[in-house]
């Protein structure tokens, strides 16, 4: 009884402290946490507590406003003090509970939210957490048991997963699914809702650009004066390094789970698939690509003795592994390359379900999911928007559905017999060629990298070479013409221009075996040698449904060119109320040009 009554005695206290009157700081503190100035709230309460270190209440009120800013680890500081001061009081044992659990550090959670149980055995807000935490760790406990035997990969995996561990990495949620050699995925545990941190990894775990470069053999690489022609490099000489040196490695656990080799990489392509590529530009992506790779070995090795024990096909596998799994961070104001292990691990989806950043306030990586995930399904994360091409030669997959973003090569020269050909010759440098790597759209809403990939661009260098006397003047300027930057120009300029893309994208579909419909019946029946082959069919069935569209877009155009206005606009009409591609050329060309003819 007396227990209870000093219980009582000191709840009646704590009240009295945490309802402080509003003109005092404290009060002041907690008005500001209420309206959501969270920010205000903490330096407050932080100025009230030097002025009354022995106040749990402030430390719990502090520890809840550190909770809304996502600042967990200060959240959990100032618990831990409030439960050493109030060891009685159930509260601090809850604030103690979310911060841990918000860490990702579950069983310990549990223990606290138990703590509070025993104090405050009808408090509502400590059942409630206590039953969802103690849920999670047995849906997590029975999850883990299910998926043990899934992965062949299975001792090298715990033994990554014990390293990470170890170190402070947190995944609690998530799983490694193991689906052919090749093919692995990420896969939830239980059910995870929207804003859920699914993943944290510590500065220490991740390989960054700068680690690489204070390494050995980056700094004797730095010490060489050789500049890398690519940044990737750095992290692909350190990972050979490290690969080398086996059990000493820091990062041998990492290393041990990366693929011994990439032969779903077109660039490491035989025959065998070479000749299902026929025709596309993969090939020629993929030639280059390797010709750059060697020329890097090559420069390194020249100029940096120390590198010269690797084989050149050490480097590749190096390069490869980066460049399918790295991450571009900010670190602490610096923009900089990292892997990240665990989450590279994670497949490709166009509507990803994560975010993630380097959260400078808890010093590591973070992931967070962006909606809700079911439990078992994959999670995933996007590579960004790109055509197939740039899956296919970077990443060594395709992407079903990914029209819009696919594209094809358009290589196009100033015809010799050209009226103006001395003129325009010297306003493109002497260099009559050009080479355009498009989308399936007019629209500037595309996926590009270059100048070169966007389909203005092309359009405005078609209409420059089918310019002819006053148009010139049109587009020039005092720089000169700005062969980027052309608008249509004509009727006649632009009926010439969409005869020429057609002719372009006829002789593109040429250069195939296999007309477009052989590819869609193999990709209905989808009866393959494996997925390099479909990828390989994929592919060129991108780049084929590009030329095609381009030759139906002048199909379909020139005849609207011909039109007067009068009989235009109902069919502009349509154009402007239907979104399409081909819509928007309408709408944005041609519509215009018959408008404004005289």
């Known amino acids: 009884m007396a227990k209870k009554r000093d219980r009582r005695k000191k709840a009646k206290e704590a009240k009295a402290k945490q309802n402080a009157p509003p003109d005092t700081i404290a009060g002041k503190a907690r008005s500001a946490a209420i309206r959501k100035d969270y920010d205000t709230a903490v330096k407050l309460f932080t100025q009230a507590i030097a002025e009354d270190e022995k106040n749990e209440k402030l430390y719990a009120n502090r520890a809840a406003t550190h ?51 025993k104090l405050a055995p009808e408090d509502a807000s400590i059942k409630k957490a206590l039953s969802e935490i103690e849920g999670l760790l047995n849906e997590l406990a029975i999850s883990l048991e299910e998926t043990e035997a899934d992965n062949p990969d299975n001792d090298r995996f715990t033994t990554m997963v014990k390293w990470m561990k170890d170190g402070g990495c947190k995944f609690p949620k998530l799983y490694l699914k193991y689906y052919s050699e090749d ?80 032969g779903n990489m077109p660039m490491l392509f035989g025959d065998v698939y070479k000749k299902f590529l026929k025709g596309s530009y993969a090939i020629t992506m993929a030639s280059n690509r390797m010709e750059s790779l060697r020329a890097e070995y090559d420069g390194i090795c020249s100029a940096c003795p120390a590198f010269r024990k690797y084989m050149f096909l050490e480097f590749v596998w190096g390069r490869l592994a980066v460049i399918t799994r790295i991450f571009g961070l900010n670190i602490h104001g610096k923009k900089t390359s990292a892997l990240v292990p665990y989450a590279d691990m994670l ?30 399904e994959q999670i995933f994360d996007s590579y960004g928007r790109k055509c197939n091409g740039r899956y296919f030669v970077n990443y060594g997959f395709t992407i079903d559905n990914n029209f819009i973003d696919n594209d094809a090569v358009f290589r196009v020269a100033l015809p010799p017999n050209d009226p ?17 790597q498009v989308p399936p759209t007019y629209s500037e809403d595309v996926s590009v990298l270059s100048e070169n990939m966007k389909p203005r661009n092309m359009f405005s260098f078609f209409r420059f070479l089918h310019a002819r006397d006053k148009e010139l003047m049109m587009v020039s300027s005092a720089d000169g013409y700005q062969i980027k930057d052309i608008n249509p120009i004509s009727i006649r300029n632009e009926i010439a221009v969409l005869k020429h893309v057609q ?96």
């Open 420 to 436: 103006h050909y001395g003129m325009k010759l010297k306003y493109l440098h002497n260099s009559p060629v050009r080479e355009f």
């Open 347 to 376: 497949n490709h989806i166009t509507d990803k379900q994560t975010d993630w950043q380097y959260d400078d306030k808890r010093k590591g990586y973070t992931m967070i999911t962006n909606r809700a995930v079911a439990r078992g």
């Open 183 to 262: 093919y692995r995925g990420v896969h939830t545990l239980c059910k995870i809702p929207a804003n859920d941190c699914v993943l944290y990894v510590p500065l220490k775990y991740l390989m960054t650009n700068e680690v690489a470069m204070e390494s050995e053999i980056g700094k004797a690489i730095s010490k060489s004066g050789y500049e890398m022609r690519s940044e990737h490099s750095w992290l692909a000489v350190y990972l050979i390094q490290e690969k080398h040196k086996a059990a000493k490695s820091f990062w041998k656990p990492y290393i041990d789970i990366l693929p011994d080799k990439y």
């Open 67 to 117: 909770i809304e800013l996502s600042n967990f680890e200060e959240a959990l500081e100032d618990a831990e003090v409030c439960v050493k001061l109030a060891p009685e009081w159930h509260r601090g044992y809850y604030r103690k509970g979310v911060a841990l659990e918000k860490l990702l550090r579950y069983q310990e959670a549990r223990a606290a939210f138990k703590q509070g149980e």
């Open 503 to 598: 002719e372009v994208a006829k002789n593109g579909l040429k250069q195939f075996p296999e007309p477009l419909h052989v590819d869609h019946k193999l990709l209905k029946v989808n009866k393959f040698m494996d997925m390099n082959h479909r990828n390989c069919i994929m592919m060129r069935c991108g780049e084929k449904e590009t030329l095609h569209w381009y030759i139906e877009l002048a199909e379909k155009a020139i005849p609207l060119l011909h039109m007067k206005w009068k009989d235009l606009k109902r069919v502009a009409a349509k154009c402007h109320q239907t979104p399409t591609r081909f819509n928007y050329y309408v709408t944005e060309v041609v519509v215009p040009l018959v408008k404004n003819q005289k």
